[in-house]
């Protein structure tokens, strides 16, 4: 048996039964579970809320391995005024779409004075990274700058290995951007308190710089302080991650094979103390992407926009109209891509159940109330086979445990522990479960 399939086998049956567990122990029924509460203590910042800073954002171009040139996407702290014009512009086909900011994120301002913890993301997929990759996550990535953290995304390489050496050539441009007199991000920067993150093929690139790759002689990189990884790709090697010794958190569903593979990973790193695996059973693997259903939304408007006698955008992929060709690559990700990544992928049409409500040619209609009509939005189908946690719901508690978690265990501050418990799970009803071990 291949050791990818050997590894989501092992996994299988305690997947199985921490699913009967989640749904048991976190008061989970065939309803939704309520959003995340408000802070479990009113003396700090709720994390699954804005911070107490504003946000500015940079890109710029770095040299990676074999001088490969990649754009950089920097998010910080600032205390400069929001800009709610800003638009982040990305390449896309023959043109271009634009994204709003979640936060009026300001371009190119000065960091806030003073020294924060560095988070270093590499995102999704196993190609070249393409330029929407920068904005993939940006209601996460704005709200952690807002909360205090430097957030820095590089368009990855399409080598799994040369990702892992990447990474630390990433920190090392961080670094070096802190160190430069009238940078933004001159002295912004603690270079003692730096985290690694990552999602699907990120995620496992963010394994192997934490763990190293003994075989292609990758060492971990010793400045790299916690972790915290969604459903990772499964190109990591388990001997490799069980040298990682940092706290780490990892999120995953039960839905696609990446999330069936967690519980192996989560056995075989016992050096890594402590380490928090929060299972979301009814999530697919592209659920992580915390900013794809404000994509579709604001990608399909500016389609019609541009052309309101477009067929619907959601069902034609129209290449003449890059806004309106994103929006439906991303509604129907799941599908397109099966041979990729397989059953339990999911698609914004399964979990973005709001797109087109406030729409110059409304999905909103049979019936109307307030939510995408069925179809375009489709619960289930042939690659989707069990109902999706929404995104308005899911993407809040991956905020407030991602938060949580980079609060107290690169930040230091241990007030924010109680969001990582499962008794908080429990008792606000999430659609999670954690398990926590010391």
Known sequence: MPAIAFRIARASAFACLLVFTNLTAAGIDSSHATQVAAAANPNIAAPDQPGPFNVGV????????????????VFYPTAQPVDCAMRYRINYLAGFYEVQSPLCARSNALAYPGVFPLVVHDHGGPGPGADFQRVAQIPLHETMASHGFVTAVALHSADPVVRVRDLTLVVDALLARNAASGDPL?????PDRIGISGISAGAAAAIGA???????????????????????????????????????????????????AIPALFAETVLALPRIYVLNPSATHLSYWTGMCAEIDQTREAGLLADPALPEPLTNRIATNPPAARAYDLWNMGQTLFALFGPGA????????RVGVDSIRSLDANPQDGFTDSPPFLPTDTVTLNPVIPNEILVPQITLHTVAFWKTFLEGDHRYMPYLTPGYARSHRLEAVVFKID
């Not at 001159?186 to 603690?190: F, H, K, P, Y």
């Not at 400045?223 to 499964?234: C, D, Q, S």
Request: aromatic share 8%; glycine share 16%.
């Open 58 to 73: 940079t890109v710029f171009s770095a040299t990676m391995s074999g001088g490969r040139t990649t754009l950089v996407q």
């Open 186 to 190: 001159a002295g912004s920067i603690d």
């Open 210 to 260: 934490a763990g190293g790759i003994e075989a292609s002689g990758v060492p971990a990189d010793p400045r790299i302080k916690a972790m915290v990884v969604y459903e990772p790709g499964l190109e990591y090697p388990l001997d490799g991650a069980s040298r990682i010794a940092i706290p780490y958190l990892i999120m995953g569903g039960s839905q696609s094979r990446y999330g069936l």
């Open 346 to 353: 999911g698609s914004g049409r399964n979990f973005c159940d």
